[in-house]
């Protein structure tokens, strides 16, 4: 069993940085990768990117890559989004979801981080 548990999440103003943090229990040696989404008042989840445990560097979903950084602690244990330049509309609930394999979906969720932004 793996459970995740989202931190670092808080109000912001426009331009701000922020780092929030994913992080693994359990059985985390067994996870593939791990992703982060968001989920703004009223829209549809939004997938933000992921990283795997081949890798040292997330990749940040086309919109975002600018602006947003994904990069693991520990192995899988541990996983950081780091956001610059914030913008009101990067208020969202993100939180961080896990696969065990390669084509696996995503079935572990964590419950999230508030992210607040204000112009």
């Known amino acids: 069993q793996v459970q995740l548990t989202e931190s670092g999440g808080g109000p912001v103003q426009a331009g701000d940085s922020l780092r929030i943090t994913c992080t693994a229990s359990g059985r985390y040696v067994s996870i593939y990768s791990l992703a982060w989404f968001r989920r703004a008042p009223g829209k549809e989840r939004e997938f933000v990117g992921q990283i795997t445990r081949t890798c040292d560097v997330g990749e940040a979903s086309g919109s975002l890559m600018d602006r947003f950084t994904i990069s693991k602690e520990n192995g899988m244990k541990k996983m950081h989004l780091e956001m610059k330049n914030l913008r009101p509309e990067d208020t969202a609930n993100y939180f961080c979801?896990?696969?065990?394999?390669?084509?696996?979906?995503?079935?572990?969720w964590g419950r999230g981080t508030q992210v607040t932004g204000s112009p």
């Open positions: 979801a896990a696969r065990m394999g390669e084509s696996a979906k995503y079935n572990v």
